[in-house]
Every structure is written in C-alpha cells, then in structure tokens.
C-alpha cells in the first residue's frame, strides 16, 4: 500500500519561467538514468526480492522515495513553464535571438502535457520500461542500482551547471545528496550481502566447476601498444593475467543456407566449417 502526502520532499519553486530548462530538465523524468527509472527498477526489485527484512526494506524505502523525486521534477518543470508558450513565446518573437532561444523548448510540453511534465527524456522519446534491471539476484541489481545512481548524479550535476536559478539549484543540491548517499548504501549493501553469506565477489556465485578454467582469469590483449599490460589488475589478493597474443578460438562466423522461404541470398560455395553440416562432412572426409 502507499499513501500519498500532499508535500513535496523537497521545495521546487524556480525564481522564474525558463521553457529551455524545463526541456533540458526532462532527462532527470524519463530518461534511460532518471527518476521514472530508479522508481520502477527499485519497485519491482523490492516486490521481486525473496529476502524479507534489511535488504528487501531498503530497495522498498528507496523506491518510494524516488517517487517522490518524479514528483518533485515533475512540479519543477510545470513552474518553469509557467506562462509558456503563450505569454513567453509572445514575448521572445519579438527579438529575434530570443526567438531562437525560446524555440529550443519542447512543443509536446505544451501541446500534449497541457503545459506540463512529460514521461519522457530531453529528446522527447518516450520512457521505456526495458531501462529498468530487476533480475531477482540482489548482488547483480545492487550494482545496477549503484551505476544507475552514478549516471543520474552525473547528469544531475551537469544539469546543475546548466542553470542559474536558486530555486532551481536548490532542489538539485537536494538530489545530488540524496544521489550521494544511494551510491553509498547500493555499495554499503553489496559488502553486507557477501558478509551475511548471501552472494561473493561474482554474480551468480555458481557454476565456477562448470566453467572453462582456461578462460576464467585473462585479459584479452586486443588494443595496440603495451599499455593494457602494464595496469596490473588484481582481484581478491590475485593477479588478473594478459593474454598478450590472443587467436582465434572458433571457425568461420559464416550462417548456414537460409530457409528458401526467405530468399536471403545465398551461393553454395562450400559449407562453412564452424555449421553442424560442415562438421559433420569434416568428420566424414577423415574417416574416409
């Protein structure tokens, strides 16, 4: 059950109307790092999570709180549009330069959104629920969550850089805190999963017998120059090592006869070898 209560979590009141922000500010709404993106990748993480307790409280108590922050820009952008496109714009055709300024607003706002918030980025594209990670294994999500909060501060603050608007600096302060801290307890999170026995260093933690032991600790070297070599990656007190001549370890990358029913060119030159039939006729050719 939520509930909702009818104040903000924090003020969003610009000192005035900026139509240009508001267009910019979408990408903290409905862009693939915003808020409509951390509010429903934590939601269904938390109703997905079969761990009741700390963990599954947590990404809940985030969740709701990310709801909040959609509201928050959501009245953000209304205010900065207030008086758009009616007034502002009947204002700026009247010098040029401003004008061109005014037209970098998004028209949807106003023809679609009545003058208000979109679900939807800076470009106007639709949210989309495919932005959104939830896949049950809470070491793999806390560090989804944890690079999501990273790309969402990052575009927060460039967005902060953007404005000088107090009111508006104000409430990104707010949610550059807030972003700080979910970095800090998505980590904080991941360390107390491998200190209460729940997952290790790997997600998942399994299938490590199964796995083939040759490639589990190399490095690729596949860019020109020493460089790469020379890092030194180590991981869990062991050295990650380089494989400074890497081959080719499969055949030709060459699709089989299409289904006529496609018409995909195709010319019969010779059965590629890495096919099941060139297989099988390699293995053939042999014993004969």
């Known amino acids: 059950m939520f509930r909702h209560t009818k104040l903000l979590q924090f003020e969003a009141k610009p000192e005035k109307p900026d139509p240009v922000y508001a267009h910019k500010l979408q990408e903290l709404i409905g862009g693939a790092f915003g808020e409509m993106t951390v509010t429903m990748q934590y939601l269904f993480q938390g109703w997905n999570c079969r761990v009741e307790g700390k963990y599954k409280d947590l990404i809940m108590d985030t969740a709701t709180e990310e709801i909040g922050h959609v509201e928050m820009l959501a009245t953000m952008v209304a205010r900065l549009l207030e008086g758009a496109p009616a007034t502002v714009t009947a204002e700026a055709v009247k010098d040029p330069v401003?004008?061109?300024?005014?037209?970098g607003m998004d028209p949807q706002q106003a023809i679609v959104?009545?003058?208000?918030?979109?679900?939807?980025?800076?470009?106007?594209?639709?949210?989309?629920?495919?932005?959104?990670?939830?896949?049950?294994?809470?070491?793999?999500?806390?560090?989804?969550?944890?690079?999501?909060?990273?790309?969402?501060?990052?575009?927060?603050?460039?967005?902060?850089?953007?404005?000088?608007?107090p009111g508006v600096k104000a409430m990104l302060q707010f949610n550059l805190a807030r972003d700080t801290v979910h970095q800090k307890q998505w980590l904080a999170a991941i360390e107390e999963l491998e200190a209460d026995g729940l997952e290790g260093?790997?997600?998942?933690?399994?299938?490590?017998?199964?796995?083939?032991?040759?490639?589990?600790?190399?490095?690729?070297?596949?860019?020109?120059?020493?460089?790469?070599?020379?890092?030194?990656?180590?991981?869990?007190?062991?050295?990650?090592?380089?494989?400074?001549?890497?081959k080719p370890l499969g055949g030709p990358g060459t699709a089989p006869k299409p289904d006529p029913a496609l018409y995909g060119t195709y010319a019969p030159l010779q059965n590629a070898k890495g096919t099941a039939k060139g297989k099988a006729k390699s293995a053939k050719n042999k014993a004969k």
Do not use: C
């Not at 401003?98 to 037209?103: E, F, P, S």
């Not at 990052?154 to 967005?159: E, F, N, V």
């Not at 796995?211 to 070599?229: F, I, K, M, R, Y």
């Open 201 to 246: 260093d790997i997600a998942p933690n399994a299938l490590f017998d199964e796995e083939n032991q040759e490639h589990n600790n190399t490095v690729w070297h596949l860019s020109d120059g020493p460089d790469g070599a020379k890092a030194g990656w180590t991981f869990n007190g062991g050295s990650i090592e380089y494989l400074m001549d890497p």
């Open 113 to 165: 959104a009545g003058g208000g918030a979109l679900p939807a980025d800076s470009n106007g594209t639709p949210w989309n629920g495919k932005y959104i990670v939830a896949s049950g294994n809470l070491l793999a999500d806390f560090r989804a969550n944890a690079a999501a909060e990273a790309q969402g501060r990052l575009q927060t603050a460039r967005l902060y850089n953007m404005t000088d608007d």
């Open 98 to 103: 401003m004008a061109a300024v005014i037209g």
